[in-house]
């Protein structure tokens, strides 16, 4: 009676803990590889060479934070080209000087929609921003192909049927492109109507999964209508509860989001302006904590694989 009492009271306590640390109470830091799926390296960045973040401060970076692969987009496309360039180089070994050894790292290359700050609010109607697309397209990159476009932006969402926002997106999709789009729940709608496929075969990765603050409930609803949307998380509202711990936590309905749809979620730092540079530390160091209330098979997903998936780099084994 003794020890049955015991065995009782030991399973009850065991129960506890593993409810506690499924809740991130007891949970440590994710420290697996990053996926950074919203990367961009802008002109000002490093202005033809001699900027803040030149191509070694960046990669120096990504090293130090475990960031494995990232998706760079730059305005305009050179610093992405620069990138890609510095980093196949240092693959085949023709250029070790340029920063830390990451012959480990993937370029992932978009062509940005933007060659100076005036293309954001007109890109989607601009036949010159097409002929430059296609044109960057047909170039590449030193590290390959490009694999997507964007970011882009709809400050408005009925520019989504723009002429030219129609075109990209069924160039996009016809050109097996992903693309990164900064726009709300209605113009991701809008902007899966304008392809092929109707939004069933278009890798469309939601930039901030609604900066605005789309509900849960819709970002659920979306994902469920358009089987390869996926949501990438910066700057997401209501994404991480403030802790007393000081420590980033996801808050609770956020987490349940990402357990019922683990392989549609990504990080990305947003690199946007050089602030961001700055604290890209501090960044990926919120994201490795906030992964660390995930199960370990979803932070993996989230961290790693879903990015690894979309462009056909190793996953992590489980
Ligand atoms: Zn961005």
């Not at 989607?124 to 170039?139: H, L």
């Not at 997106?169 to 789009?181: D, I, S």
């Not at 392809?195 to 603050?213: D, F, V, Y």
């Not at 420590?247 to 979620?265: D, I």
Request: charged letters at 20%; hydrophobic letters at 45%.
């Amino acid at each position: 009676m003794k020890n049955t009492l015991l065995a009782l009271l030991r399973k009850a306590l065991i129960a506890t803990l593993f409810v506690a640390f499924q809740h991130g109470a007891l949970s440590a830091d994710y420290i697996g590889p990053l996926f950074d799926a919203h990367l961009h390296y802008n002109e000002e960045a490093w202005n033809g060479q001699a900027g803040p973040h030149p191509v070694a401060d960046v990669l120096t970076r990504l090293k130090r934070n475990g960031v494995k692969a990232v998706v760079s987009n730059s305005r305009p496309n050179d610093g992405t080209q620069l990138l890609a360039a510095a980093v196949a180089a240092q693959k085949t070994g023709t250029d070790a000087s340029r920063g830390a050894p990451t012959a480990d790292l993937t370029v992932v290359p978009f062509i940005r929609l933007y060659r100076t700050r005036d293309d954001y609010t007109n890109w989607f109607r601009d036949e010159s921003i097409y002929q430059m697309v296609e044109a960057e397209f047909a170039k590449g990159t030193a590290s390959g192909p490009y694999r997507g476009l964007g970011e882009f932006h709809l400050y408005d969402s009925a520019n989504a049927n723009g002429a030219v926002a129609k075109k990209l997106m069924a160039f996009a999709e016809n050109q097996q492109l992903a693309v990164l789009a900064h726009v709300d729940d209605v113009a991701i709608e809008l902007l899966m109507a304008n392809t092929p496929s109707k939004g069933q075969k278009t890798r469309l990765i939601w930039a901030h999964t609604g900066i605005g603050g789309a509900s849960i409930a819709r970002v659920d609803a979306l994902l469920g209508k358009y089987p390869l949307l996926m949501g990438e998380l910066s700057y997401r509202p209501g994404l991480t509860c403030g802790e007393a711990t000081g420590a980033e936590r996801l808050c609770p309905e956020w987490r349940a989001l990402l357990l019922k749809h683990p392989t549609r979620f990504l990080i990305g730092s947003d690199t946007w302006v050089n602030q961001r540079w700055q604290y890209y530390d501090a960044l990926m160091q919120g994201y490795r904590q906030w992964l660390g209330d995930l199960p370990q098979e979803v932070a993996r997903k989230v961290a790693w694989n879903n990015g690894a998936a979309l462009f056909g780099l190793p996953l992590l084994a489980p």
